[in-house]
């Protein structure tokens, strides 16, 4: 990542964390970094090398650390690196960087530019072949994303091979715009043309990432989002979303049609008695029209209708 974006994805961080209302104190516990850690994040300050960190082992300071979690495709058919019931006391002694696909590569990069240590990735975090443990720790996927730092999107890969900085997300600047003037019978007419800027229906809505069941559930529940795109990085909060060709905030008529603002709003703004009247089917209808691979991934909804 650009110095330059760097510099952005800071800004929007620490005004959303510092003068952002509805983000603010009392609001999101990841405001304060104060939240809880996962059952298990990975470590990447450790002497060793980016380690598995299983929490319960550790002192209640170190368990109140700031986290950030990946929402990542994983990709159909391809071959992951997991944390399975054979490799488990491996990955705690520390992970094979060798076998560490390009999006997770990645992830480190924007936890060190935030400044954070930990970070939760759910193929590394939950041992996949263990019933009970993904039973369990995907009971509590909600409380992860809700209690993140930020939450980082990788929206444009659609394997975990991919990575997040598809194009580098390099500082674009538009290129000079095109007056064109027309005169007749003293009237003069001006159109200025603009080159197009990355929109968030094409690089949000579209995405492949944006595509996946589980990812309506993580972007309901992430308190802010940084969305690697395919031409550019946005961001996401509950007060502003913006992207670094406008990074105070996207004027876009296009967000008014984002189905998941209007979620958020409403589950935020309304009372239980207003959201079933009004919000709730249409948010099954959106939930169970998206890629859902396992069966369970369908209870997630009704879990979060109990809150
Ligand atoms: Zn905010």
């Not at 997770?104 to 939760?120: M, P, T």
């Not at 996927?141 to 930020?150: E, G, K, L, P, S």
């Not at 997300?169 to 007056?179: G, K, N, Q, T, V």
């Not at 229906?201 to 802010?224: D, F, T, Y």
Request: aromatic letters at 10%; proline letters at 5%.
């Amino acid at each position: 990542m650009q110095a330059i974006m760097r510099s952005f994805v800071a800004d929007w961080v620490s005004t959303c964390r510092d003068s952002h209302a509805d983000c603010g104190p009392g609001r999101i516990r990841s405001h304060a970094r104060t939240s809880t850690l996962p059952t298990r994040v990975i470590d990447l300050e450790s002497s060793d090398g980016p380690r598995l960190f299983i929490t319960k082992e550790a002192s209640t300071d170190l368990r109140l650390q700031p986290y950030t979690a990946l929402s990542h495709c994983w990709g159909a058919g391809a071959e992951h690196l997991t944390t399975t019931q054979a490799n488990l006391e491996q990955m705690v002694r520390g992970i094979p960087m060798e076998e560490m696909p390009q999006t997770y590569l990645d992830a480190f990069k924007v936890n060190q530019s935030l400044g954070v240590r930990y970070i939760w990735i759910d193929a590394l975090c939950i041992v996949q072949d263990d019933q009970y443990d993904w039973q369990f720790e995907s009971a509590r996927m909600c409380d992860v994303y809700r209690d993140a730092y930020c939450t980082i999107a990788a929206n444009a890969a659609q394997s975990s091979g991919q990575g997040c900085f598809i194009k580098k997300h390099e500082l674009i600047l538009p290129a000079d715009s095109c007056r064109l003037v027309a005169e007749e019978d003293g009237h003069r007419s001006v159109i200025v043309l603009l080159p197009p800027r990355p929109s968030w229906k094409n690089q949000i809505l579209s995405s492949p990432l944006n595509s996946r069941a589980w990812v309506l559930q993580e972007r309901l529940i992430s308190p802010r989002i940084l969305h690697f795109a395919k031409d550019a990085i946005f961001w996401e909060c509950l007060e502003l979303k913006s992207s670094q060709f406008e990074p105070n905030g996207i004027h876009d008529v296009e967000l008014l049609a984002d189905p998941v603002s209007y979620y958020t709003y409403s589950l935020r703004n309304l009372t239980v008695e207003e959201c079933a009247r009004s919000v709730w089917l249409q948010l099954v209808q959106h939930y169970t029209k998206l890629g859902i691979t396992k069966v369970e991934d369908r209870l997630w909804l009704f879990r979060v209708s109990r809150r």
